[in-house]
Nanobody, 125 residues
Framework: QVQPVESGGGSVQAGGSLRLSCAASGYTRVSDFMGWFRQAPGKQREGVAAIATGAGSTYYADSVKGRFTISQNSAKNTVYLQMNSLKPEDTAMYYC??????????????????WGQGTQVTVSS
C-alpha cells in the first residue's frame, strides 16, 4: 500500500511562495498518478494538480494554472507542488494522494484511496 507523507506547509503573505513535498513510501509502482488536493473549511475537497508518474503528464485546476507547478523526483518517489503568487483563497489543508485514476479523472478526489494526513497552507492578505 502506498502511504504519502506531506511536508512544507506554512503561513505566507499574499504574493508569496511555498513548496510542498510528498514522499510516497510503499509499493509505488501501483500508483500511476500522484495528486495534490485541498480542502478549505466548509468546502469540498478539490483537485489542484496531478502528475502521471510514468509519462510525467501534468494536470491543473483552472484556479491554479500559471501559478502552481507539480513535479516529481522519481528516484526519491517524491512529488512537489511549487506554489507561487499565492492568494488568500489558496488557504486550505493540502493533501497528497496516490492511485490509478483514468487521466480524465486525475483531479477527482473520489478516484484516489491512498491519502496523506495533510499540511496546512495559510495565505494572509
Amino acid at each position: 500500500q502506498v502511504q504519502p507523507v506531506e511536508s512544507g506547509g506554512g503561513s505566507v503573505q499574499a504574493g508569496g511562495s511555498l513548496r510542498l513535498s510528498c514522499a510516497a513510501s510503499g509499493y509505488t509502482r501501483v500508483s500511476d498518478f500522484m495528486g495534490w488536493f485541498r480542502q478549505a473549511p466548509g468546502k469540498q475537497r478539490e483537485g489542484v494538480a496531478a502528475i502521471a508518474t510514468g509519462a510525467g503528464s501534468t494536470y491543473y485546476a483552472d484556479s491554479v494554472k500559471g501559478r502552481f507547478t507539480i513535479s516529481q523526483n522519481s528516484a526519491k518517489n517524491t512529488v512537489y507542488l511549487q506554489m507561487n503568487s499565492l492568494k488568500p483563497e489558496d488557504t486550505a489543508m493540502y493533501y497528497c494522494a496516490a492511485d490509478r485514476p483514468s487521466f480524465e479523472h486525475a483531479l477527482a478526489p473520489a478516484r484516489y484511496v491512498n491519502w496523506g494526513q495533510g499540511t496546512q497552507v495559510t495565505v494572509s492578505s
